[in-house]
């Protein structure tokens, strides 16, 4: 069964969808750098032709060989600064039709090789690189991801439900604190998913962000625009099996926080959720809160 969240009609007709194709290094870079992608000069045809919300098709070269996900496209732009490590290299731009996209649903890295789909509808063009997919193949490719995409769905239901959870008990915790605690605190455009503030006129003292799906690498960086804006104390919740990758980040685009930031795994939440609740309690039965 096709999910009607992400393979959703545009216009009365299922979206275009394009093939986008890259090695395990392009994609990686890709995913680091707030999904973006690059196309060459040869490929401004198709890239002028791309609208957002297009539907995208993640493909890896070999050694995978396959495809990996699906996205849509959020918007288009030109770029003259180097991204990818061959650009790098030779300071020169080599994929400057650029766009931002949506992840619909990805498989992990680790998980390409084992879980990639080898789609013959797929396996027929995929050497022309990047494309627009024609009727038989977009579907052969939406009925192949179906069932991730519906597990994923569900998967999400269970993430959403946890992230509401601990920014309620983050909020609750910094009230017993005595602080100013909100949920959705605006924040340029954004919003931070909690914090703690002194008085009523002050910028926040304390500033959460909770990361359990998502985009790891926009988690970072509204922690660190607070940081900069505020010199607040910020603190990335998320599992322990997070830390090795948001060590990478720190040692890397992220490295001016490295020393700020405070990584809190979800148990040690829920544990001083637990007790900050028990001393409230306490306090109350003695008439002394």
Not at 123 to 152: C, H, I, M, N, W
Request: charged share 25%; aromatic share 12%.
């Amino acid at each position: 069964m096709i999910n009607s969240g992400v393979f959703a009609p545009v216009n009365g007709s299922l979206k275009q969808y394009w093939l986008v194709v890259g090695n395990p290094e392009h994609w990686a870079v890709a995913f680091q750098n707030n999904n973006v992608w690059g196309l060459q000069a040869t490929k401004r045809a198709w890239w002028e032709k791309m609208a957002e919300r297009d539907g995208l098709v993640f493909y890896v070269t070999r050694p995978v060989g396959g495809a990996i996900g699906l996205g849509t496209v959020v918007t288009k732009f030109k770029q003259d600064k180097p991204l990818w490590p061959k650009e790098v290299q030779t300071q020169k731009v080599l994929w400057p039709y650029r766009f931002e996209f949506d992840v619909d649903f990805c498989l992990r890295p680790d998980e390409w090789a084992s879980g990639k789909l080898q789609i013959d509808a797929l396996t027929a063009v995929v050497q022309a690189g990047f494309q627009p997919l024609k009727l038989k193949a977009r579907d052969a490719t939406l009925e192949a991801f179906s069932v991730f995409v519906d597990r994923a769905t569900a998967d999400s239901a269970q993430v959403g439900n946890l992230h509401e959870e601990l920014k309620r008990k983050l909020v609750e915790m910094g009230k017993i604190q005595k602080f100013l605690a909100e949920a959705e605190y605006p924040m340029d455009g954004t919003r931070l998913d909690a914090v703690w503030r002194r008085v009523e006129k002050s910028v926040p003292t304390y500033v959460f962000e909770i990361h359990v799906g998502g985009d790891l690498y926009h988690a970072l960086a509204k922690l660190k625009h607070a940081y900069d804006l505020w010199n607040s104390r910020i603190f990335l919740v998320a599992a322990q099996a997070e830390l090795p990758k948001v060590n990478s980040l720190l040692s890397g685009t992220f490295h001016e926080i490295r020393e700020r930031l405070k990584f809190v795994d979800i148990s040690k939440v829920e544990e001083l959720y637990s007790r900050k609740k028990a001393y409230r309690q306490l306090e109350d039965t003695l008439g002394i809160a």
